[in-house]
């Protein structure tokens, strides 16, 4: 399998990257040749101008389940090493500083490290009927990779505390519920609803407010509304200087859609 790729991209719709994890056979179970081509998949749509949203999927009936339990046989068998051979040496949290909109669409199992990836996604969709885990308890693990950051800001810190410690299986219907995921869809639609979404931001926002509202987004989530308020005032006065701010009021007025340039650094 040296030749096979483990993360396929393409762009289904103008605009809308689609990174799709890919072995189906073991239903995308992640692991360190997952990882590495994950990484390059997203490193090379964040630099692509054709692509202003990135959704991630899984092949075939799974999102993720998880690390591959080969890779965690490895470790157990060899626990000195760590665990970048199951999981690469990046991190998910890198997501929240990735300019560009990501977007899971989960379609089958998240578990583990694969649902700690859905949840450094900034939206969430997900097939009804498509099962749910922390599991690290179940496995004598913890909150692995800024899992216990993520999940209480999505859910709040009881359900958080209910989600980890049991370590339970729930389906996307009550992920829908408690505000895991932003939607639950069916799953022949998954897809076509995801890239609608996706689509109608590539072509109607500015890549650029993206950038700058993702940092505001993460960045202000703990602090005062008046420390919120005060970093909100230059960047609302840098915005009101850039073309962006030009074309998007001048497609309001002209009744069209708006051509905002790609995102640059």
């Known amino acids: 399998m040296t030749d096979h790729d483990f993360a396929l991209l393409d762009v289904p719709v103008a605009g809308v990257g689609v990174i799709t994890l890919n072995n189906p056979d073991r239903l995308n179970a992640w692991s360190g040749r997952i990882a590495e081509r994950f990484w390059a998949r ?5 630099e692509r101008d054709d692509i202003r949203v990135v ?24 626990p000195g090493g760590g665990s970048g051979a199951a999981v690469g040496s990046r991190r ?33 969709f997900a097939a009804s009927g498509a099962k749910f885990t922390t599991a690290f308890s179940r496995r004598g693990l913890i ?19 209910d989600l980890m410690l049991s370590g339970r299986v729930f389906t996307s219907d009550e992920a829908g519920t408690m505000g895991l995921v932003n939607a639950v869809v069916a799953p022949d639609q998954l897809m076509s ?14 890549p650029t407010s993206w950038a700058v509202m993702k940092k505001q987004l993460y960045g202000d989530h703990a602090v005062l ?41």
């Open 225 to 265: 509304a008046d420390e919120a308020t005060s970093r909100s005032l230059p960047l609302m006065d840098a915005s009101l200087k850039r073309a962006d701010f030009q074309e998007g009021v001048q497609s309001y007025l002209d009744k069209r859609p708006p051509n905002f340039a790609p995102f640059s650094d």
């Open 55 to 78: 959704v991630i999927t899984g092949a075939g009936r799974g999102f993720c389940p998880g690390a591959d339990m080969d890779a965690l046989n490895q470790i157990r068998a060899n």
């Open 92 to 124: 998910y949290s890198e997501l929240i500083d990735y300019p560009k909109p990501v977007i899971a669409a989960i379609n089958g199992a998240a578990a583990g490290v694969g649902l700690v990836l859905a949840m450094f996604c900034d939206i969430r």
């Open 42 to 46: 997203i490193d090379e749509a964040r």
């Open 193 to 206: 609803h995801t890239l609608a979404y996706a689509s109608d931001l590539a072509q109607n926002c500015s």
């Open 143 to 161: 909150a692995e990779y800024g899992a216990s950051w993520a999940l209480p800001r999505l859910v709040g810190l009881p359900r958080a505390l």
